[in-house]
């Protein structure tokens, strides 16, 4: 028997645990064992073969959350192909741009973007959820054998993801090998993951939130995962309180436990077996976590992003409830810095921008070395975050640079005065935006959805914000909308919002 490449933990765990539940779909029913995901794998790795795929090639894929994101990905690790996860909310001309620039030989997609597909490759393979005989299902079973191995290492590139452009096109980070699995090594140990361990995964797969908070980590143990489709707040309740799935594991940016508190079932819900409920991605409103902190749920916070694969620190259990609002620490095999506008490490209490290093973080951009070298400064990855530490090394993301508007000599961070927003009790959803002003340069517009009942008005708006906030922090207006737009993994898109309200977007800081 050929030895099993160090990086296929597929592989490991159905020798060592072959009966264990690996993946559970919820839209479909579909369960897969370790051994039954292994064969899948397999015989989709021989089909990619049979169709041309090797070691470097990529595949995308288009799809909503199911088991194929990770047969494919395993399957392009044992061919050495690259794996191209596609943002299926894009438009067609958006997806053009990505397959023009990353050149796939194939595109496996969801029968759903039939008509997307055929605009965008001439080699398609399709999944139909609803056919046991389509076309990538009868790949499987006509599938050769499989060539063996390329002989990898963690250097080599295992995906590509294309991150959300602010303006101009998305970059396509590069994702090795060697990232993915140190990203398993640094949030395991704190996310207490282990065989026993049992993720409900939200978040979209082709993210990598999605895929790597905690799903991969999961799979790297020989825990479980349970998928849904789509995020549902009524449903991911109901999946929780549910003893038969037996959730452990919970990942998500705010805005789903935003909906969740929201949800007429939260009362109710039995959150009782949920060990660690992770939250990232965006600066988490107080209001939030001492909502799910008073239903016994201290959300634990970490900070990241696609370019480090993506955990760079984490809030460890024991300090969710002693340390609300901090992304916690530098993960271990991580380090961090947090430096002023010369490259000088500030003071504990000062705000400045993140830097990240470690062998989690990309090695760069696909096809564009200029974006690579704005990137870092003697290796060191400029994160576009502000960020501060406290005396104990904890540190609080702040909000995006690119955010931040300064009214009257004043920085500004949205995420303090949206904080302060979420404690109205007629405000469901709330984000600020700087709008030029005359006088002060810049200062803050709040964009408000209501909750049902008595509305609340901008002079309540105002008038909660003074008695709350120094006064050039305070919205001097607010415009009041149906809902904030929103990007797949439920931030808030604060350039939309820019170009709704301003007319244009910020230059992009780079």
């Given at each position: 028997m050929p030895p099993i490449p160090y990086f296929d933990w597929i592989a490991h765990h159905a020798g060592r645990r072959p009966a264990q539940p690996a993946l559970h779909d919820l839209h479909t029913g579909r369960k897969f064992t370790y051994a039954e995901l292994d064969r899948r794998i397999d015989r989709l790795a021989g089909a990619l073969a049979s169709r041309g795929v090797g070691r470097g090639d990529r595949v995308a894929l288009l799809a909503p959350n199911g088991p194929e994101t990770f047969e494919l990905q395993f399957a392009c690790g044992r061919l050495g192909a690259i794996m191209l996860p596609l943002n299926w909310r894009l438009a067609v001309p958006e997806l053009q741009y990505i397959l023009g620039d990353s050149t796939p030989s194939l595109l496996i997609h969801d029968s759903g973007f039939a008509e997307a597909a055929a605009q965008l490759a001439e080699r398609r393979l399709e999944i139909d959820i609803e056919r046991p005989d389509s076309d990538y299902e009868r790949a499987l079973l006509e599938a050769p054998r499989p060539p063996a191995p390329p002989a990898l290492t963690h250097d080599d590139i295992a995906m590509v993801m294309y991150t959300s452009g602010t303006t101009g096109h998305p970059k396509g980070a590069i994702i090795t090998h060697g990232m993915t699995f140190w990203n398993c090594v640094n949030l395991g140990i704190p996310a207490l993951i282990t065989p026993q361990t049992v993720q409900l995964v939200v978040l979209p797969l082709f993210h990598t939130g999605g895929l790597n908070c905690y799903a991969n980590p999961v799979l790297h143990a020989g825990g479980s995962l349970k998928i849904m489709r789509t995020f549902d707040p009524g449903a991911a309740l109901d999946a929780i309180s549910d003893p038969a799935l037996g959730i452990t594991h919970f990942f998500a940016v705010p805005a789903p436990y935003q909906f969740m508190m929201q949800h007429p079932s939260f009362p109710g819900a039995d959150l009782s077996r949920l060990q660690i409920a992770g939250v990232g991605g965006a600066p988490c409103a107080l209001a939030i976590l001492e909502t799910w902190q008073a239903r016994g749920v201290p959300l634990v916070q970490g900070w990241g992003m696609t370019e480090t694969s993506p955990a760079g620190t984490m809030l460890d259990a024991a300090d969710a409830t002693r340390k609300v609002g901090s992304a916690g620490k530098a993960l271990m095999h991580t380090a961090i810095r947090i430096v002023d506008d010369a490259n000088r490490d500030v003071a504990p209490g000062g705000?400045?921008?993140?830097?990240?290093?470690?062998?989690?973080?990309?090695?760069?951009?696909?096809?564009?070395?200029?974006?690579?070298?704005?990137?870092?400064?003697?290796?060191?990855?400029?994160?576009?975050?502000?960020?501060?530490?406290?005396?104990?090394?904890?540190?609080?993301?702040?909000?995006?640079?690119?955010?931040?508007?300064?009214?009257?000599?004043?920085?500004?961070?949205?995420?303090?005065?949206?904080?302060?927003?979420?404690?109205?009790?007629?405000?469901?959803?709330?984000?600020?935006?700087?709008?030029?002003?005359?006088?002060?340069?810049?200062?803050?517009?709040?964009?408000?959805?209501?909750?049902?009942?008595?509305?609340?008005?901008e002079a309540d708006v105002i008038r909660h914000c003074l008695a709350k906030l120094a006064k050039f922090k305070v919205p001097q207006s607010v415009a009041f909308v149906d809902a904030l737009p929103r990007n797949a993994t439920g931030k808030v898109l604060k350039r939309d919002l820019r170009v709704r309200f301003v007319g244009a977007d910020k230059p992009a800081i780079t």
């Amino acid at each position: 028997m050929p030895p099993i490449p160090y990086f296929d933990w597929i592989a490991h765990h159905a020798g060592r645990r072959p009966a264990q539940p690996a993946l559970h779909d919820l839209h479909t029913g579909r369960k897969f064992t370790y051994a039954e995901l292994d064969r899948r794998i397999d015989r989709l790795a021989g089909a990619l073969a049979s169709r041309g795929v090797g070691r470097g090639d990529r595949v995308a894929l288009l799809a909503p959350n199911g088991p194929e994101t990770f047969e494919l990905q395993f399957a392009c690790g044992r061919l050495g192909a690259i794996m191209l996860p596609l943002n299926w909310r894009l438009a067609v001309p958006e997806l053009q741009y990505i397959l023009g620039d990353s050149t796939p030989s194939l595109l496996i997609h969801d029968s759903g973007f039939a008509e997307a597909a055929a605009q965008l490759a001439e080699r398609r393979l399709e999944i139909d959820i609803e056919r046991p005989d389509s076309d990538y299902e009868r790949a499987l079973l006509e599938a050769p054998r499989p060539p063996a191995p390329p002989a990898l290492t963690h250097d080599d590139i295992a995906m590509v993801m294309y991150t959300s452009g602010t303006t101009g096109h998305p970059k396509g980070a590069i994702i090795t090998h060697g990232m993915t699995f140190w990203n398993c090594v640094n949030l395991g140990i704190p996310a207490l993951i282990t065989p026993q361990t049992v993720q409900l995964v939200v978040l979209p797969l082709f993210h990598t939130g999605g895929l790597n908070c905690y799903a991969n980590p999961v799979l790297h143990a020989g825990g479980s995962l349970k998928i849904m489709r789509t995020f549902d707040p009524g449903a991911a309740l109901d999946a929780i309180s549910d003893p038969a799935l037996g959730i452990t594991h919970f990942f998500a940016v705010p805005a789903p436990y935003q909906f969740m508190m929201q949800h007429p079932s939260f009362p109710g819900a039995d959150l009782s077996r949920l060990q660690i409920a992770g939250v990232g991605g965006a600066p988490c409103a107080l209001a939030i976590l001492e909502t799910w902190q008073a239903r016994g749920v201290p959300l634990v916070q970490g900070w990241g992003m696609t370019e480090t694969s993506p955990a760079g620190t984490m809030l460890d259990a024991a300090d969710a409830t002693r340390k609300v609002g901090s992304a916690g620490k530098a993960l271990m095999h991580t380090a961090i810095r947090i430096v002023d506008d010369a490259n000088r490490d500030v003071a504990p209490g000062g705000i400045g921008e993140l830097l990240i290093k470690g062998p989690n973080i990309t090695p760069g951009y696909w096809n564009n070395p200029e974006a690579t070298a704005r990137s870092f400064t003697d290796g060191w990855l400029h994160t576009g975050d502000a960020a501060r530490q406290d005396e104990e090394g904890f540190v609080y993301i702040v909000d995006r640079w690119k955010d931040m508007y300064i009214s009257g000599g004043e920085n500004v961070y949205p995420a303090e005065v949206e904080n302060v927003l979420f404690e109205i009790p007629g405000v469901a959803d709330a984000a600020i935006i700087g709008v030029p002003n005359e006088r002060w340069g810049e200062v803050g517009l709040a964009v408000i959805v209501r909750k049902p009942g008595p509305p609340v008005e901008e002079a309540d708006v105002i008038r909660h914000c003074l008695a709350k906030l120094a006064k050039f922090k305070v919205p001097q207006s607010v415009a009041f909308v149906d809902a904030l737009p929103r990007n797949a993994t439920g931030k808030v898109l604060k350039r939309d919002l820019r170009v709704r309200f301003v007319g244009a977007d910020k230059p992009a800081i780079t």
